[in-house]
């Protein structure tokens, strides 16, 4: 079975430029998950798509960073414009099930590592 | 709302000596509560869940966890380190209601293995 898979794997801006990741969960999982992983410490939830709608997205800092599922399927994220604290890994989940339901089939891609310089 | 407690940013151990990696959990509600690995540039690997069967749960590489619900812990366990065991532990803990079920994660245990 296919992974969760993410691009690009790293990527390096100056601050104030903006950057877009991408993702391609699971064949089949209806929720999809970005998370933020500053290094030393947990991924923390940005957003969560059950199809292509929005879930949550009450940790998602919306003056710089939007997040979009077009088809249900693959998603992006991106920020505009990028501060130095953005620096971090962005991770990719997607799982079965759906709000109300524990997930499972829970998986995360490898992530994308972002510098912002 | 839930969350979790790791309660060691690092334990170190020697190899072949027990590995115990301290947790503790907050739920409103019935809880699932997960343990992730992470190694060195690498994706999080599930390493066992449970998720209200079983109180002692069993996961791979040897390691396993115990829910106490009277302790609100999930302390995961392993009998003997191997220098492989290396790595960012992270206790997660998810909650079954309405809206959304985000997984929640502590902020990581790093396990370093002495030989």
């Known amino acids: 079975e296919a992974g969760v898979a993410q691009s690009p794997r790293y990527k390096i801006i100056e601050k104030r430029q903006s950057v877009a990741f991408w993702c391609n969960p699971i064949?089949?999982?209806?929720?999809l998950y970005w998370y933020q992983q500053i290094l030393g410490q947990g991924p923390k939830l940005l957003i969560q798509?059950?199809?292509?709608?929005?879930?949550?997205d009450s940790q998602l800092p919306k003056d710089r960073f939007s997040a979009e599922r077009l088809k249900g399927v693959d998603s992006t994220l991106k920020i505009q414009p990028a501060k130095l604290e953005d620096s971090a890994v962005y991770l990719c989940?997607?799982?079965?099930?759906?709000?109300?339901?524990?997930?499972?089939?829970?998986?995360f891609g490898s992530g994308t590592r972002l510098t912002v310089v | 709302a839930q969350s979790v407690t790791q309660l060691d940013s690092h334990v170190s151990v020697s190899e072949g000596t027990p590995v115990l990696l301290r947790c503790n959990y907050s739920s409103s509600y019935s809880p699932s509560l997960f343990w992730y690995v992470q190694h060195p540039n690498k994706g999080l690997q599930l390493l066992l869940k449970?998720?209200?069967?079983?109180?002692l749960v069993k996961g791979i590489n040897g390691f396993e966890a115990e829910f106490k619900k009277s302790e609100t812990s999930f302390h995961l366990t392993k009998p003997s380190a191997h220098m492989s065991d290396a790595a960012e532990y992270f206790c997660v803990v998810s909650e079954k209601r309405s809206g959304n079920t985000p997984l929640v994660f502590g902020k990581g245990t790093r396990l370093s293995v002495i030989a």
């Open positions: 798509f059950q199809n292509n709608g929005v879930v949550d």
């Open positions: 989940a997607s799982s079965l099930g759906g709000p109300g339901q524990i997930p499972y089939g829970y998986t």
């Open positions: 064949s089949g999982h209806a929720t």
């Open positions: 449970y998720t209200s069967a079983a109180t």
